[in-house]
T-cell receptor, first 114, second 113 residues
């Protein structure tokens, strides 16, 4: 199957700083990428849907000014958590898809905000 | 709105025993259903999916699931589990736009020797 990578896999930051997480589709062009967050022992909650070259569509309750999503190319989407706080600590997972290849998930990024 | 309910948060089972993880969905339109597995600190891996056709779907690692429209269910089964099957399992339904997935709360399968 297709490969989706995330970088970094684990990041620790101080409260108030910003963190950028990258999601890359390594062997196919992803017209759509999704960002999820997962709290410990809970399910994945969709944060936003990102189509290449256009603004992301955020789910209800997700602050678009806090979670900045950029999908500038068919192989890369970034999620920036701005002014991170301890309550933003979570496991962030991206998925990448196109009509022909289906959808594939990245391995996730664990964010810990101190 | 579509939703997914996984009835069991945890399922303990002994090695080589059969297992069924339950999933019910709500939808007023045609559905596409998925089961994913997540090992600790990892992303999701697709086990199997139902898009159309035969209601019995076979996936990887010996898992299978049966789509039951009348009962709005998509239960996951394996006739004989291994220790390595210990993981979190998520049922999901495709909602709205292309490939947008709604996940259930997950079921933790714990296989004991």
């Amino acid at each position: 199957g297709a490969v989706v990578s995330q970088h970094p896999s684990w990041v620790i930051c101080k409260s108030g700083t910003s963190v950028k997480i990258e999601c890359r589709s390594l062997d196919f062009q992803a017209t759509t990428m999704f960002w999820y967050r997962q709290f410990p022992k809970q399910s994945l909650m969709l944060m936003a849907t990102s189509n290449e070259g256009s603004k992301a569509t955020y789910e209800q309750g997700v602050e678009k000014d806090k979670f900045l999503i950029n999908h500038a190319s068919l192989t890369l989407s970034t999620l920036t958590v701005t002014s991170a706080h301890p309550e933003d600590s979570s496991f962030y997972i991206c998925s990448a898809s196109n009509r022909d290849s289906g959808m594939f998930f990245g391995p996730g990024t664990r964010l810990t905000v101190l | 709105a579509q939703s997914v309910t996984q009835l069991d948060s945890q399922v303990p089972v002994f090695e080589e025993a059969p297992v069924e993880l339950r999933c019910n969905y709500s939808s007023s339109v045609s559905v596409y259903l998925f089961w994913y597995v997540q090992y600790p600190n990892q992303g999701l891996q697709l086990l199997l999916k139902y898009l159309s056709g035969s209601t019995l779907v076979k996936g990887i690692n010996g898992f299978e699931a049966e789509f039951n429209k009348s009962q709005t269910s998509f239960h996951l089964r394996k006739p004989s589990v291994h220790i390595s099957d210990t993981a979190e399992y998520f049922c999901a339904v495709r909602s709205g736009g292309y490939n947008k997935l709604i996940f259930g709360a997950g079921t933790r399968l714990a296989v004991h020797p």
